[in-house]
């Protein structure tokens, strides 16, 4: 269902990248020879690359080991509630890490994965900025400000109908995904877009679902994504570029959801 609007949007996003940010330089040569010369050097796996390869496949596993096991055993087996209650995402996340500092590179110098001077060397402030914005949606959702938010408006707008609905949760989702991690935004819209489309007896199906795509889009500013505030946090791009480029891709992607998403869903028959 999502194929067609992410095709869509993909092209979209190129041409306004390259319009908005042309770029200063149009070819450069001896790139090919230079990857290839690269890869050459590189050689076989390290034994660094290998342990941080088993410590990704292991916090890989270890997240998904509950879903897994929910599928095997179901939801109400004591086995799940075992797994689940002590695989926490984020325990699970820093044992992961905590590997990459277990895990040998040459045992006979005590030499490891990862050193602490490698840690200091992080961009922790990326990490934390990113961090913030999934702590400021979950305030959002647990202290009810969401909820007041979404209520509020739609009483001031006098939502009755599922375009207008549609529309309020694209445009909710958006502006909320650019203020907290699009992780987080799907969570605190979806729970207010539900009980507004029920309260104005529309099928909840297309607006909750548009508000889920539109929790992707935060283009704007660096904590929305961990890729936003990568590239921010490298310096080689400014607060208003991102800004100027992420508004048109906002607009793009809720033009397209708006429109794309109630003919894909009327298509293949869902939401009726």
Known sequence: ??????????????????????????????????????RAEMGNLSR??????????????LWVLPGIVALVAGNDSDVYTWISDRLDEGMVAVFGAALLYLLPTDWAQREFT???????????????????????????????????????VDGALGLSSIVPITIFAVILAIVVSETTSNTASAAVVVPIIIPVAIAAGVNPFVPALAATFAASFGFMLPVSTPQNAIV???????????????ISFDIIGAILIIIGLPLMISLIGLGT
Not at 232 to 246: E, K, L, N, P
């Open 232 to 246: 921010y946090g490298s310096g080689a791009v400014r607060i208003t570029t991102m800004i100027r480029t992420g």
């Open 1 to 38: 269902m999502a194929a067609p609007i992410c095709l869509l949007m993909f092209v979209a996003l190129a041409f306004i990248v390259i319009r908005l940010n042309k770029p200063e330089i149009q070819r450069i040569d001896g790139v090919a020879d230079y990857v290839a010369e690269q």
């Open 48 to 61: 660094a690359e290998k342990n941080t390869l088993i410590a990704f496949s292991v916090t890989v596993f």
């Open 114 to 152: 990862l050193r602490w001077k490698d840690a200091t060397e992080i961009d922790w402030g990326t990490i934390v900025l990113f961090g913030s914005g999934i702590i400021f949606g979950a305030l959002l959702a647990s202290t009810g400000l969401a909820e007041t938010i979404g209520t509020s």
